[in-house]
């Protein structure tokens, strides 16, 4: 006999199991039949991973006709910009001659603390988000902020590693005072009274790396050719920030030289009013998405320095309570339990073993991490 410990989350996953049928109609039948399912997809296959399985949650749109374009600017070495794109509308940041790092940065237009994150967008996209995929803002809100409408097989995109800067420029190069997408960052956004303090975890464009096997970033030739472009629509009213980067000159990811980038904006039309207004239904809209309105009356700190709140009383949410569910075994079953508490990744147990196996089977059958996708027709 084992003791499953569950919570009231996994109880309510077992309960559903049971309710669909197949696999028993008691929580100890479920996690005994689940478990010898769970077996079998491991024995045809299926990876150790404990996370939940990844499934494109597709939203079907014509590609859509941009409107007139309103602006266009060429970025001379070492400089950037910072410009307002508002909602439908696209942005367009070419490269002019070919092989130039562009550093982007955005901000919600109407609320600063609202920006573009890459670990969202690492979550929930990828490392490499491409065509069809979202670029996301940071918690609590966590939305959609541009959708990748065009972007070039060239535009190798670095969202791990940190913007360039002068400590980088010092360590590297003994060069404290030279050119780098921090400082031309909070060059461009200073036009909208941003500070230094603002920019944050930079989208690399065209940044061309790669991770050796000892972990260490690697810079490689970039490949970026004349017209190669990232076409950007953006999901709600921002500023923009782009800057070439200012590392040029001393390594390879821009090929040892500077060269100027084109930024262009087109009018929103009917149809990316269409796409953004889709998107925004299926993915900006989440019960989960804290707004801006819900922040409104929180404080932003316009002191440096911190205090504690003397009024502060904790209140986070609780774990889920327990509830523990004695499971008959067969002496094969027992066995089989055995082997997986053997392989180490299964608890110490034969009911932590039990648990980890319907779980497993849980998050690869009936839950689903879904990854937002617009595909063109
Ligand atoms: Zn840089």
Known sequence: MALVELHETQAGFVDRVAADGGHGSTR???LRSVLLTHVNDRLAGAPAYVGGTPELDVLESPFPAYGEKRWETTLEPVTGKAVPV?????LRIEQVEGGTCVDFNAFNLHDHKEFLDCGFTRSFQS??????????????????????????????????????????????WDMPVHANCQDSLAEAIREYRLTPDDVHDSFNLWMATTIDDSGRRRFKWNP????????????????????????????????????PIRLEIYSRSPDTE?????????????????????????????????????????????????????????????????????????GDSAGEALRAAFMRWCNSHLTRVRRPFVEFR
């Open 86 to 90: 508002m909602r439908g509308e696209v």
């Open 224 to 259: 970026a050719q004349r017209g190669d472009r990232i076409d950007l629509v953006a999901m709600f009213d921002v500023l923009a920030a782009a800057v070439i980067c200012g590392l040029g000159d001393l390594v390879g990811i821009n090929n040892f030289t500077f060269t």
């Open 274 to 346: 269409r796409l953004v207004d889709a998107a925004e239904e299926r993915w900006g809209r989440m019960a989960s998405q804290v707004k801006s309105d819900e922040l409104a009356d929180v404080p932003v700190l316009a002191s440096r320095a911190l205090e504690r709140d003397p009024d502060y009383v904790p209140s986070y949410r609780p774990a889920p309570a327990t509830t523990t569910v004695e499971v008959e075994l067969s002496a094969d079953e027992e066995r089989v339990l055995d082997g997986l508490v053997a392989t180490g990744v299964y």
């Open 127 to 172: 490392f490499d988000p491409r065509r069809g995929e979202f670029i996301w803002t940071n918690a609590p809100r966590g939305r959609p902020m541009f959708g990748i409408l065009e972007i070039a097989d060239t535009c190798e995109l670095d969202i791990v590693g940190h913007r360039c800067n002068r400590v980088l420029d010092e360590l590297g």
């Open 28 to 30: 100890a039948e479920v």
